[in-house]
């Protein structure tokens, strides 16, 4: 079992920047790919971006792409999503999730675990 905790999110001016951060607890959390996903009101979950196990690849929705920075720490177990040049578009909850497939996962069905989510809004 692995638990998530995402924190940072928070209201912003549109062009500025916030910084996630989700601490996991439980099992290795090195053996975990990690994403990040948002979904906002009246919306479905999308992918906005995952990183391998050891942190040696990442990718991005087209979207985000460009403006957002997902890394990890696995000394402070520790997955973090640096988002700047906010859009109001971005307005979101953004959720962590880890899964058991260590190489990058885009799917969200792929994911073994969830955080409760962080909001973000991102005001014009």
């Known amino acids: 079992q692995v638990q998530l905790v995402e924190s940072g999110g928070g209201l912003v001016q549109a062009g500025g920047s916030l910084r996630l951060s989700c601490s996991a607890s439980g099992r290795t959390f090195s053996n975990y790919a990690m994403g990040w996903f948002r979904q906002a009101p009246g919306k479905e979950r999308e992918f906005v971006a995952t990183?391998?196990?050891?942190?040696?690849?990442?990718y991005y929705a087209d979207s985000v792409k460009g403006r957002f920075t997902i890394s990890r720490d696995n000394a402070k177990n520790t997955v973090y999503l640096q988002m700047n040049s906010l859009k109001p578009e971005d307005t979101a909850v953004y959720y962590c999730?880890?899964?058991?497939?260590?190489?990058?996962?885009?799917?969200?069905?792929?994911?073994?675990?969830w955080g409760q989510g962080t909001q973000v809004t991102v005001s014009s």
């Open positions: 990183i391998s196990w050891s942190g040696g690849a990442t």
């Open positions: 999730a880890a899964s058991r497939i260590r190489t990058l996962v885009i799917q969200d069905r792929q994911y073994d675990y």
